[in-house]
């Protein structure tokens, strides 16, 4: 299962800026990947995993943020397709999932 959290945080402030500075700190610091600017995903064992998760995402948004947090299974999060235009270079391998065997 994977988490996916979408953020649009002001910046226009430098205490906006610090706390859109932490917000993204700590999506890192819980095993968030960025897969483009305000995009983040996190692949969790279970969901009950993905709820730990959730429940740390929602205590971290800044009081003036709009976060959305999605969650998909492996089967969809494999289904995605990404476009790159002519002058971009390849995609990012994807984040490493939990190998059990």
């Not at 859109?20 to 610091?29: C, G, W």
């Amino acid at each position: 299962m994977w988490v996916v959290v979408m953020f649009d945080l002001p910046v226009d402030t430098a205490d906006a800026r610090r706390q859109y500075a932490r917000f993204r700190k700590s999506l890192i610091e819980d095993g968030f990947t960025m897969l483009q600017f305000s995009v983040y995903a996190r692949h969790c064992a279970s969901e009950e995993n993905a709820e730990v998760h959730l429940r740390r995402v929602s205590a971290m948004v800044p009081p003036d943020g709009e976060v959305r947090v999605l969650t998909i299974t492996d089967k969809q999060f494999e289904r995605m397709a990404v476009y790159l235009g002519e002058t971009r270079g390849q995609p990012e391998a994807p984040p490493p999932q939990l190998h059990l065997f």
